[in-house]
């Protein structure tokens, strides 16, 4: 009887379904999900915009750091601070001293480019020496006085370019000078006026290297020396390895 209840509950509707579920869910094979792959094209396309960005990220950084570089050259270059504005005109390109024959005034002979070594402060006009003569040579001393211990690093020159004698009055006052004859023709071919003005309305600075670099504005007053002198300061400052302090001119000056 017992046996028979058994047969019965295993062959029951219930427990058929369970049976046929249970089998069901052991043997149903792992479900997967496919993508699909980018094509080339795509691919090629993300990495040109990847690397565009970063292009443009290190141009960013690039121009953040050099802003301020950028900014002092523009403003020394385009914008140049009246505080820092030469009051002599600076000479570009700037000229060597030519292989010119000099004289001095006790009859020796030379060259120009003897001068080399030492800075120069130059002015020209005639052996007779007018008053425009003899107020750039009152200038040129006191300019080179001027500049204190500095002043051995500088040659004031006065170049005469006729035969005129100087006047023995004036003589005692260029003991420190140097006083050269040279040809008209060959000093104009190296130094040059501002327009409108003989070369002898000014004054010019040639560097210890030989090279007429800065033209003093015509007609040099007292009242103006002492912006030249400024200027003439800040060339020796900024070349203190360059000339050779305290050399001897004595054979090129007048005596």
């Not at 060597?96 to 005034?105: C, E, F, T």
Request: aromatic residues 6%; contains cysteine; glycine residues 8%.
């Amino acid at each position: 009887m017992s046996g028979s209840k058994l047969l019965d509950d295993s062959s029951s509707p219930d427990a058929s379904d369970a049976a046929r579920s249970k089998a069901a869910h052991v043997d149903q094979p792992l479900g997967l999900t496919v993508h699909s792959m980018p094509s080339p094209e795509q691919a090629m396309d993300v990495e040109a915009r990847r690397t565009g960005s970063g292009r443009w990220k290190m141009l960013a950084v690039f121009l953040v750091c050099a802003a301020p570089v950028l900014a002092s050259y523009f403003t020394y270059y385009v914008v140049r601070p009246e505080g820092r504005r030469n009051f002599g005109e600076l000479i570009e390109p700037q000229r060597p001293l030519p292989d010119l024959a000099s004289v001095s005034l006790s009859g020796q002979g030379g060259n120009l480019q003897a001068l080399k070594g030492q800075w120069l402060l130059v002015s020209v006009a005639g052996g007779a020496c007018d008053d425009l003569c003899q107020h750039h040579l009152y200038l040129q001393r006191q300019l080179r006085e001027g500049l204190g211990k500095n002043k051995d690093r500088v040659d004031w020159v006065w170049l005469v370019p006729d035969d005129a004698p100087v006047s023995e009055k004036l003589r005692p006052a260029l003991t420190q000078a140097t006083v050269l004859r040279v040809s008209p023709a060959g000093l104009s071919a190296w130094l040059t006026p501002a327009s409108g003005h003989p070369l002898t309305d000014h004054l010019y600075v040639v560097d210890p290297m030989g090279n007429w670099m800065m033209r003093f504005p015509a007609n040099l007053d007292i009242a103006n020396a002492a912006k030249a002198n400024r200027d003439f300061a800040q060339l020796l400052r900024a070349s203190a390895a360059w000339d050779q302090a305290g050399r001897e001119a004595a054979s090129l000056a007048i005596q």
